[in-house]
């Protein structure tokens, strides 16, 4: 770039447009934005190191299971957790998915971690029975937090407060299937879940009913 003394300009020419003199031969290279680092590759590197890591101790925990004590399989103890522990750094802690989407995640995630723990360590399915439905509670209540800390973003977390409202039914289905056989967790699971969307319904503002009914056709 030249510089213009006459006029303060900066151009690339090397006479003034303004006032047809001839520029000083000074270059000057200007940054008219600072170099942008792009953190991809190195979140990329960290989950594939990660995932190594996981497949290094679960190949390591079968092959040591199986040569030790190959009736009995206590390695998906450790596949369970490892798992989800791979799922939870790569997705919600490396990952820049929307926290409505981290927290759905972690309910599904958390749950099957939970079933490949109850069903090693007998299927006595208290998973299915206590923790899940209480789980899915846990996570609608973040979500109901997230909205009400948050009203001007409801619009973005709409979506994932319908989502969990019908994942509270599920254990109900749970039940009516005889995949689980105490009542009273899923029944309060699907209760709050009920609540939460009445309540909804009750306190929306014009818009966000509106916006229920867009998206619903209610």
């Known amino acids: 770039m030249h510089r213009c003394k006459n006029c303060g300009v900066w151009i690339a020419h090397r006479h003034c447009p303004l006032c047809k003199r001839q520029l000083t031969e000074e270059n000057v290279s200007l940054d008219m934005y600072p170099p942008y680092h792009s953190d991809v590759k190195r979140r990329n590197l960290k989950q594939r190191v990660f995932l190594f890591i996981a497949i290094f101790i679960i190949s390591s925990s079968l092959l040591i299971n199986l040569l030790t004590t190959p009736d009995q399989l206590w390695v998906f103890y450790i596949v369970g957790p490892v798992l989800y522990a791979l799922l939870f750094i790569n997705h919600t802690i490396l990952s820049k998915a929307h926290a409505g989407s981290k927290i759905i995640f972690q309910v599904l995630a958390l749950s099957a971690m939970l079933v490949v723990i109850d069903v090693a360590a007998g299927g006595t399915r208290w998973s299915v029975h206590y923790v899940i439905p209480f789980l899915v509670i846990v996570a609608t209540l973040m979500v109901t937090i997230i909205i009400l800390s948050k009203p001007m973003k409801w619009r973005e977390y709409l979506g994932y407060m319908m989502t969990m409202i019908s994942l ?16 009273w967790p899923s029944a309060v699971t699907a209760l709050y879940a009920l609540l939460t969307f009445i309540g909804m319904g009750l306190f929306a503002n014009k818009t966000m009913k509106n916006e229920l009914v867009r998206r619903f056709h209610f």
């Open 168 to 183: 509270g039914f599920i254990p109900v289905l749970l039940f009516l299937s005889a995949l689980s056989y105490v009542l």
